[in-house]
């Protein structure tokens, strides 16, 4: 079975900051997606950025990005120019190909202090 | 487009009662899930649908019932309501496995307490 494990219970970041959030799972899958959701107090999960996992190429959305590390199982998420507005409970997530069943992470609370 | 609405909010609940939550989605899309949320934790899979009229359990089915009558709707259900039941219930939907990595997309999230 897959599992996703975020070893970071709690991070918090000066407005305008880079923040790092650490991600690692385990599958014997070859061909998967990992994605990074978002959960504002207002509990709507809200999808940040998604990465295939036969693609090298880290993605990137604004000011969201990826080190996707296939050999290490590793798939952090660096917050740049962090934001008031990005406080929020962040998940990391895990798809096999083979089907379309989410798995995710325990989830790191981002705290963006003024 | 709404997207995924899910009805009620909030509720309270006995132990023992029971209750449907709602979850409606206006996208037309196959797959529906629903999910739980402990706190602390990540979302939880208890059923999933891949199109009317089939559904199937995920990691944490106990206690739970759901239907798929027609495209847009996947109620769940609760027959005999337990304090270990007390979570946040979101609702999802995708496109279709097909494409698998499509986006899921949520629901607001039912929170439920049974007393």
């Known amino acids: 079975a897959q599992t996703v494990t975020q070893s970071q219970p709690e991070m918090s970041v000066q407005e305008a900051e880079t923040v790092t959030l650490s991600c690692t799972y385990d599958?014997?899958?070859?061909?998967?997606?990992l994605f990074w959701y978002k959960q504002p107090p207002s509990r709507q999960m809200i999808l940040v950025i998604r990465?295939?996992?036969?693609?090298?190429q880290n993605a990137t959305e604004n000011r969201f990005s990826v080190n996707f590390q296939k050999a290490a199982k590793s798939f952090s998420l660096k917050i740049s120019d962090s934001q008031l507005g990005d406080t929020a409970m962040y998940f990391c997530?895990?798809?096999?190909?083979?089907?379309?069943?989410?798995?995710f992470g325990e989830g790191t609370q981002l705290t963006v202090n003024p | 487009n709404a997207g995924v609405t899910q009805t009620p909010k909030f509720r309270i609940l006995k132990i023992g009662q029971s209750m449907t939550l709602q979850c409606t989605q206006d996208m037309n899309h196959n797959y529906m899930y629903w999910y739980r949320q402990d706190p602390g934790m990540g979302l939880k899979l208890i059923y999933y649908s891949v199109g009317a009229g089939i559904t199937d359990k995920g990691e944490v089915p106990n206690g739970y019932n759901v239907s798929r009558s027609t495209t847009e709707d996947f109620p769940l259900r609760l027959e005999l309501a337990a304090p270990s039941q007390t979570s946040v219930y979101f609702c999802?939907?995708?496109?279709?496995?097909?494409?698998?990595?499509?986006?899921?997309?949520f629901g607001p999230g039912t929170r439920l307490l049974v007393l």
């Open positions: 599958t014997s899958e070859n061909n998967y997606y």
């Open positions: 990465q295939e996992a036969y693609k090298q």
């Open positions: 999802a939907s995708s496109l279709t496995f097909r494409t698998s990595g499509e986006t899921q997309y």
């Open positions: 997530a895990f798809e096999e190909t083979s089907g379309s069943r989410l798995t």
